[in-house]
């Protein structure tokens, strides 16, 4: 292996992730695999993590400033067509080479489970946050395959809900026995669909819908139903807006057919993304020096409406993130043609490109006693 790991040793670790390809929230090969790579390389490592069994810490070296890697484990039902795999080799990569550069303060990565909101630990970021896993960080980076270079985050605020119609069965030739629990979802689905159509196009207002369950025959009169609704904006009044007017739909459609609803959030609310442009300007300069001009999305530019909980970890310390192209524009994020991206050789070669410009990155800050001024430091 040398005096430094090869960036070989780090393409197997994406390969790997790749293959596990295991949902939020049982992640348990893949964090394993993880915290035993770090293990290797000299990290002391705790896992399970804050009340996660799937999340773990790894730390090297002592003092100031305190860089955290943000290490993305899950995948999607149609595998890593959100390119997490890639997101965890950079992470445990530009880790391990900052260690063997000899960085000043003390590297730490942590495992976040269940990104994609699927499981126990759905958005776990924010579970991190609210216990304390950032305290004494001062400040952390994030990462993402793209179908362009990327410097900085554009996230919503954004949350998952579930609602639930409860009515009650009976056969279809005694409709009026039965309460229509598919009915009532329906006709809040109508609804709703409306609400995003309706909102200025300023306001960024985006609901996802779909049917988790509406029933268990044709013949019988639906007694359950299950509407997942994703919900974002960037205008936070505006989504507070629609979130309440979500829930009155609901309701009233609920009181038209006479069932019951029941409301559930399924992830944390994800905040709004905020950049702290002096360190996204560093990576930018960096990718720069190898021939990329990444877009600036720190400065506004190219607006985007993909929701993260990283965007939770940005409001309580300095996050900078790299988006790293691995696919053509018309390519969709969490298509199979994705997944069939990120498992590529391709991938892998941009991918010692970001890790280099990170890793050069985390040195030059540390280097910089001005710029250190402008992080609070812990």
């Known amino acids: 292996m040398g005096s430094e790991t090869s960036f070989k040793e780090i393409y197997k670790v994406s390969k790997k992730v790749f293959e596990f390809a295991e949902l939020g929230s049982a992640e348990f090969n893949t964090s394993a695999f993880l915290a035993d790579f770090l293990t290797k390389n000299h990290f002391t490592v705790k896992i399970p993590y804050k009340g996660m069994k799937t999340s773990f810490r ?18 999607l039902p149609n595998g890593h067509s959100c390119g997490h795999n890639l997101i ?6 530009s880790a391990v080479r900052l260690k063997e550069k000899g ?54 605020l954004n949350v998952d809900l579930e609602l639930t119609f409860i009515g009650k069965a009976s056969h279809i030739t005694e409709a009026g026995k039965g309460r229509n629990a598919l009915d009532a979802l329906v006709d809040a689905y109508t609804m709703i669909r409306k609400l995003a159509s309706s909102s ?17 025959a044709a013949n019988v009169i639906p007694e359950k139903a299950v509407l997942e609704i994703d919900l974002r ?6 989504f507070r807006s629609i979130y309440n007017r979500v829930i009155e739909i609901a309701k009233r459609s609920g009181k038209r057919y006479g069932v019951k609803v029941k409301l559930e959030k399924t992830t944390p609310l994800y905040q709004k993304y905020e950049n702290p442009v002096f360190l996204d300007e560093i990576l930018f300069n960096n990718l720069k020096k190898r021939g990329i001009i990444p877009v600036k999305l720190y400065s506004g530019r190219k607006l985007q409406i993909g929701a993260t909980d990283e965007a939770n970890v940005s409001r309580v310390v300095p996050t900078c993130h790299i988006d790293m192209k691995i696919a053509p524009e018309n390519i969709a994020g969490h298509s199979s043609a994705f997944r069939d ?11 010692k490109t970001a890790i280099e410009a990170t890793v050069e990155s985390c040195v030059e800050i540390s280097n910089d006693k001005e710029l250190l001024k402008r992080i609070p430091i812990s």
Do not use: Q
């Open 58 to 75: 790894a730390e090297y070296g002592s003092g100031k400033p305190e860089v955290c890697f943000l290490c993305e484990e899950d995948a």
């Open 88 to 93: 965890a080799a950079w992470a445990v990569g």
């Open 103 to 156: 960085y000043k303060g003390r590297i730490v990565v942590i495992g976040t489970p269940s990104e994609e909101g699927i499981g126990e630990y759905a958005g776990s970021k924010d579970r991190l946050v609210k216990a304390g896993a950032f305290k004494d960080i001062d400040f952390a980076l994030g990462f993402h395959p793209d179908s362009r270079w990327n410097v900085g985050c554009i996230s919503p």
């Open 233 to 238: 904006s960037m205008n936070e009044r505006s």
């Open 200 to 216: 200025p196009k300023s306001e960024h207002v985006v609901i996802g819908m779909f049917v988790k369950e509406g029933g268990s």
């Open 341 to 351: 991206y990120a498992g590529s050789e391709s991938a892998l070669t941009s991918l």
